[in-house]
């Protein structure tokens, strides 16, 4: 009797662990709260929308640009849904405005214009923009 107690303790163990693990895979993962905030001088992470970057793929965000500071290599630009998202500017990132190639100095007067940003999602640096591309 003792035995069969047992074995019958050790298989519920084994059933419940199993459903507890399934239900784990069926859950998404956690998402930092970052992911959704708007900028707040920080470089910040897109919205779930925006496919996350995975393993070095880009992401796209266009919108209206809304602030440019050169002094810190920075570009805001607010999203369709009115949220404003960081971008960092390096020497590498693609500068056009109308189709021709520009600096980051130039963007300054192009605020309330339309915008496009390829960028990288990094977790120490923030959204390392690729490409802006500025509408006439």
């Known amino acids: 009797m003792k035995e ?6 050790a298989v519920l163990a084994l059933v419940l662990f199993g459903a507890i693990s399934g239900m784990a895979q069926d859950q998404p993962a ?5 992911a959704a905030a708007p900028a707040t001088g920080n470089a910040t992470k897109p919205m779930k929308h925006h496919a ?7 992401e796209t965000l266009s919108g209206t640009l809304s602030a440019v500071d050169a002094d810190k290599k920075l570009v805001v630009v607010n999203g369709s849904n009115g949220v404003p998202y960081d971008f960092m ?7 056009t405005v109308g189709g021709s190639k520009a600096k980051l100095a130039d963007l300054s ?3 309330s214009k339309q915008a496009t940003v390829t960028f990288m999602a990094e977790k120490k640096r923030g959204n390392m923009a690729r490409t802006i591309e500025v509408t006439q």
């Not at 069969?4 to 303790?9: D, G």
């Not at 500017?89 to 500068?95: D, E, L, N, Y």
């Open 4 to 9: 069969k107690m047992v074995t019958l303790v």
């Open 30 to 34: 956690a998402q930092d709260q970052s």
């Open 52 to 58: 996350m970057a995975m393993g070095g793929a880009s």
């Open 89 to 95: 500017v390096s020497g590498a990132t693609k500068i």
């Open 109 to 111: 007067g192009d605020t």
